[in-house]
């Protein structure tokens, strides 16, 4: 995966600097570098950031400020304006998905593109969501739909990772291989035997349910080589105190 | 749309009442209401968290504290852990979207569920991650993968969000009702006091790596209750005869 340079995300009259902070954060998390901040109400740089932030240095140290709306996107060939509350106006509606997946598509083909996030206190006003050409509209509980700032810029940064990331394997740790069937046969046969020993099943009529069911339960569990030797010696060492008596016995 | 008592959101010693009201906002704005903390390093209630939560009090004043893992998921039948890292364990990993739909058919079926996320500092501890059935990870910048806690719950809560606006199917591995958590801790009790009892681990160092991997194994079956029983069953009477060894000797 690479650094995005497109979409900007745009933050108008922001008002905490932690949030501005976090919002560089979710930024980075999900490789996204160009933040802009239009009028930010405590000025720029802010040292309420750094902290929230936790390191997002890539896109904390290269904030750019404007004055207004039109000069921060004045260099961006489409805007999108986040928006909770519905507006009278006729605009096509995203959901941050297919936002996302929009958006991807234009950075691949080279477009600059950029995303309006309104301040905490009363969102965007309605001439800034006019100049955008498209609204996305975050899906959420309706009676509770007023999403902290950096939560809704994570929502949507997040799903232009994941338009990008199609394809995408599993962690090699995770790649793990199951031990053949024959390994895992061997312990079911190892287990039968140590359980007809020790007189498990009391009820033959009964044995093959039983059986079938226990089982089932390791044949389930995709055990690895070593889990089948672990598992192995529990029985071994279980078992083992039978066989010491039978000796001493005889 | 309605609101969710599953999944239950589980902050493993959480240090910031802020973050902690982060995460309930979060929750309510995907209809989520099911809080619960395990001992938070400030206690609770914790007035910072009000704040950020901005007004989410369905879920704020049902909060429920707990002394540790064990207790807090004990009611749960599914638990999931959140992790940015690898762990040198056999899981399957879900991700975020995957996870998504997978909580809401659980839901849906009536099971309940939870989601482990760590704190702040150092996340899950491995023996929080092997009480899980399957690992949540956030795909992410590779270089800057940690993610705030409350962005975290929020990826997932979202998607458990979407997935209820999607008609899905049930995979046929969740027809049968696992057994809740605390009959699962039982069995591995029941089979750590046998081991212990029968001198299975031999070299005390490396007692913590092997019993990880031995319960996790049976964590990852997914057993029902009757399984349960049976597997005690099992380890009883494979273990019965050192008893009667004992008792023949006295």
């Known amino acids: 995966m690479s650094v995005s340079f497109s979409p900007a995300i745009i933050l108008v009259e922001p008002q905490l600097g932690a949030n501005i902070g976090s919002v560089a954060r979710a930024m980075w998390n999900c490789a996204l570098t160009d933040l802009r901040l239009v009028n930010p109400r405590d000025g720029w740089p802010n040292p309420c950031a750094?902290?929230?932030?936790?390191?997002?240095?890539?896109?904390?140290?290269?904030?750019?400020?404007?004055?207004?709306v039109p000069s921060a996107t004045a260099d961006l060939q489409h805007v999108f304006a986040t928006t909770a509350r519905p507006r009278d106006m006729v605009k096509p509606v995203r959901s941050p998905r297919q936002a996302g997946v929009e958006l991807r598509t234009l950075e691949q083909m080279g477009r600059r593109c950029g995303i309006l996030f309104g301040g905490e206190r009363s969102g965007l006003k309605n001439e800034d969501v006019v100049r955008s050409e498209a609204i996305i509209s975050i899906p959420s509980n309706p009676v509770f739909s007023s999403f902290n700032l950096a939560q809704a810029v994570l929502l949507v940064a997040y799903e232009f990772l994941l338009a990008g990331a199609e394809g995408e394997t599993l962690p090699a740790d995770y790649q793990v291989t199951p031990a053949p069937t024959?390994?895992?046969?061997?312990?079911?046969?190892?287990?039968?035997?140590?359980?007809?020993?020790a007189e498990y099943y009391?009820?033959?009529?009964?044995?093959p349910t039983m059986q079938r069911n226990l089982h089932n339960v390791f044949r389930r569990a995709q055990l690895t080589d070593q889990e089948v030797r672990s598992l192995r010696g529990v029985i071994a060492r279980l078992a083992e105190w039978r066989g010491r008596r039978r000796a001493a016995k005889s």
Request: aromatic letters at 2%.
């Open 50 to 68: 750094v902290g929230p932030a936790s390191g997002a240095t890539p896109v904390l140290d290269h904030v750019r400020v404007y004055p207004d």
């Open 182 to 197: 024959e390994a895992v046969d061997a312990l079911l046969d190892h287990l039968d035997r140590e359980l007809d020993a």
């Open 202 to 207: 009391r009820e033959q009529n009964l044995r």
